[in-house]
């Protein structure tokens, strides 16, 4: 995916995916104040682009898991914009 393609660029996969979840709980370990915000921010974006890419590849195989995905991937980005703070 790039700013000027929309389209994910390759399914996820399982290393990703477990990727993310251990990265997810390092972050969610660290004490709240001890989080870098650049690591977070970058956290929520490979996490927003993780579901994005798991959407588009079940759009027509299970279109309900899809939009969940979707949505997943909307919140996500929301959650990322400066100012908020989440921690998974």
């Known amino acids: 995916m790039t700013p000027t393609d929309p389209r994910p660029s390759a399914p996820a996969t399982l290393t990703e995916i477990a990727y993310l979840l251990a990265w997810c709980r390092r972050l969610t370990t660290t004490h709240p104040e001890q989080r870098d915000p650049d690591e977070q921010a970058a956290y929520q974006a490979a996490k927003a682009d993780l579901l994005t890419r798991i959407a588009a590849a079940n759009d027509t195989r299970d279109p309900g898991l ?23």
């Open 66 to 88: 899809a939009a969940r995905a979707h949505q997943a991937a909307t919140d996500v980005t929301a959650d990322a914009r400066p100012g908020h703070q989440e921690q998974s």
